[in-house]
């Protein structure tokens, strides 16, 4: 047993000689923990918390309830985030970015259960003791590591812990450079695999070592792109374009860098940084590009079923890409949500809320999984079980604004409308213009009419400075009894395709305009369009 001198974290594999947290020498002797310092050990009291996350039982509470429990899988594994040990904090990313390489080559293997990204990375910055990790995520080992980098100098030290007990199954460490960055991948990978004792078949061994590039300093430059978009904020998202750009010099032949590209445009639009015609014809190209280099690729597939469904509203297409995607990478649960979400907008709620459990399995600790599914309940007109899910997802990720959307949307509902405005005050903070609409119904309901024609003159205001969709004025005016005006902009809305008309078939902001020929007429198109 060792145990490092600065942090006092133990160590029971006794091949291991520096930290993986602070890269310190480890000295040998027992452990020996004095009351305050449980929380940073590997090896915490089972069934403890550690210092600064919630407890086991509180987390998996939000899936239980959900008719989806975390169980453990014979075969699991989750991939924390590696531990960055360079003083530049740029390398955050690099080391982030590794951590996500090796979790999607072995989330390539069928025999295996991966965690996905978002919920493993949860933990970043927590000392988490392993079995609060393995219990929350339902996998029995987990892969975790540190990274130091120099210029082109690597140390890369990982190791392979059994979750239950907090036992090493293996670790290893890399002195190596930057250039035989793919070397180690797949050293890693291999080793895991055999530590696990997994059977590869010929194709998944081929699938899981297949590299995107072989340009060293593109890769570094995609997986800190691919960082930046899992933020999903303007200013991240336009930093990743950079990445994945600069990326694509140095290859141009990296498929995924254009998939990156496609996604970030995408995002950019759903959240109403510009309007849908300013970025569809960089998505497809980046698209097209994409299939053009590897159409073998999950991630390509996805990108395509989302510009398909959200930019030409042909909805039929973009659910046999995302079947697709899942066929080629059933471990992903990002095709599964963007799945859940498409059948919701179709109203086949009982298929929706199928993929909608699927991705909750592969991600439990994702905000925006737990999210959609809420959002696939309160479709289906489950606003009870809507609800529970949304306030359980709080715990998760704090004042989340997707959650207060769908609370907001569940409350107005049951009838709840004060809870509903307070909800979808706090919602438009960061959910987009969009969401005025839903507020400002709420507040004409409630008979505060000025207030409501206040959203208008914001909004209206906001059309100097940047794009602003006609949805949210046309929805208030609705509500206001202005309804030819209303449909008007309705109109405006369609031709320009605002994103948000996905949703005109089963969300109720739209039930003042169901009556309306012209509103009717703009449904019909939307599930007709090719």
């Not at 590209?261 to 995408?266: E, G, H, Q, R, V």
């Not at 909750?360 to 007109?381: E, H, I, K």
């Amino acid at each position: 047993m060792k145990r490092c001198p600065e942090c006092r974290r133990d160590y029971y594999d006794d091949t291991l000689l520096y930290c993986l947290d602070d890269g310190n020498a480890l000295l040998e002797g027992p452990a020996t923990l004095g009351a305050d310092e449980s929380a940073t050990a590997i090896l915490s009291e089972p069934g403890r918390a550690a210092a600064g996350f919630p407890s086991g039982e509180g987390k998996t509470e939000v899936f239980q309830n959900s008719g989806n429990a975390v169980t453990e899988s014979s075969n699991s594994i989750a991939v924390l985030p590696f531990t960055n040990m360079s003083s530049d904090v740029e390398n955050e990313y690099f080391c982030d970015g590794l951590a996500e390489e090796l979790l999607n080559a072995l989330a390539k293997i069928d025999e295996l259960k991966v965690a996905a990204r978002t919920s493993a990375f949860s933990f970043k910055g927590k000392n988490t003791n392993t079995g609060e990790i393995g219990r929350a995520l339902g996998v029995k080992t987990i892969l975790e590591g540190s990274v130091r980098k120099s210029g082109d100098r690597l140390r890369i030290t990982v190791q392979l812990v059994n979750a239950a007990d907090g036992y090493h199954v293996w670790s290893e460490r890399y002195d190596r450079e930057m250039r035989d960055i793919f070397d180690v991948q797949d050293e890693i990978t291999l080793s895991v695999v055999g530590a696990l004792k997994v059977k590869l078949l010929g194709e998944e061994r081929s699938a899981m070592l297949k590299k995107g590039t072989e340009n060293a300093h593109a890769f570094e430059l995609y997986i800190r792109g691919r960082a930046l978009w899992s933020r999903r904020t303007h200013a991240d998202l336009d930093k990743a374009l950079e990445y994945f750009e600069r990326a694509i010099e140095l290859d141009p032949a990296y498929a995924l860098a254009y998939a990156g590209l496609a996604d970030c445009y995408t995002f950019l639009v759903y959240f109403e940084a510009y309007s849908p015609s300013e970025m569809a014809a960089k998505v497809r190209a980046a698209l097209d590009k994409t299939i053009e280099l590897d159409p073998s690729l999950s991630e390509s597939h996805s990108s395509l079923a989302i510009y398909k469904t959200f930019f030409e509203f042909d909805i039929n297409y973009g659910e046999r890409e995302l079947r697709t995607a899942i066929a080629i990478s059933p471990n992903s649960s990002l095709p599964h949500y963007w799945l859940c979400s498409v059948l919701a907008a179709l109203r086949r709620s009982e298929e929706s809320l199928a993929e909608g459990r699927t991705a909750m399995s592969l991600d439990p600790l994702s905000a925006v999984v737990n999210a959609t599914m809420a959002r696939a309940l309160c479709c289906a007109g489950q606003y009870e079980e809507a609800i529970e899910l949304s306030i359980k997802n709080f715990e998760i990720l704090p004042d989340f604004f997707f959650s207060h959307w769908v609370l907001g949307w569940a409350y107005q509902q049951t009838g709840k409308l004060d809870l509903a405005i307070d909800h979808f005050r706090k919602a438009i903070k960061d959910g987009g213009l969009t969401l005025y609409g839903y507020l400002g119904k709420a507040l004409v309901k409630a008979g505060h009419t000025d207030e409501a024609r206040g959203l208008l003159d914001e909004l209206e205001e906001q059309k100097k400075h940047r794009f602003v969709s006609p949805v949210a004025s046309a929805v208030i005016l609705a509500e206001l009894g202005e309804m030819p005006e209303a449909l008007d902009l309705l109109e405006k809305a369609w031709e320009m395709r605002a994103i948000h008309l996905m949703w005109t078939r089963c969300d109720p902001v739209y039930d003042v305009f169901r009556s309306e020929p012209k509103f009717q007429e703009i449904c019909e198109n939307i599930v007709r369009t090719k």
